[in-house]
Each structure stands twice: as structure tokens, then as C-alpha cells.
């Protein structure tokens, strides 16, 4: 184990900075992914379906008019 030390990179040493570099990475993806707006409510999903054109704009109005009363 000395030996390592005094000549080179203690392989303890790679090894720790190997997983600090993968939860440094898991961390930052997380971020990522957790930063995205969910939608909060069924209007909100009834928005975004009409924004991707899985519906159209009757659709649209019959559900909101339904969802507002």
C-alpha cells in the first residue's frame, strides 16, 4: 500500500475519485429530470394534449367547459 503511495496514485485514491465523478453525475441528472414542470391539474394536462395536437380545438372547448362548471 505504501509503495503505491510514494510511487504513483494510490489505487483508494482512484477508485474515490471515480465514484465521486458517477454521484456527480447521478446528482446532475436528477437535477435534470426533477427540474421539469409537472402538469399540476387537469386543465393543465388538457392544455398541453391541445398543444401536441392529440386533440382538437372542439374537443378542447366540450373538456374545458366541462372541467370549469
Known amino acids: 500500500m505504501w509503495n503505491a503511495i510514494i510511487d504513483g496514485v494510490s489505487p483508494h485514491l482512484i477508485a474515490g475519485g471515480i ?3 458517477v ?3 447521478m446528482l ?3 437535477r435534470w429530470r426533477g427540474s421539469k414542470p409537472k402538469p399540476s391539474g387537469a386543465l393543465e394536462i388538457l ?8 386533440i382538437d380545438q372542439d374537443e ?3 373538456r374545458r367547459k ?4
Open 23 to 25: 454521484m456527480g453525475a
Open 66 to 69: 366541462v372541467l370549469t362548471t
Open 60 to 62: 378542447y372547448e366540450k
Open 47 to 54: 392544455r398541453e394534449r391541445f398543444a401536441r395536437g392529440e
Open 28 to 30: 446532475l441528472m436528477h
Open 19 to 21: 465514484m465521486v465523478a
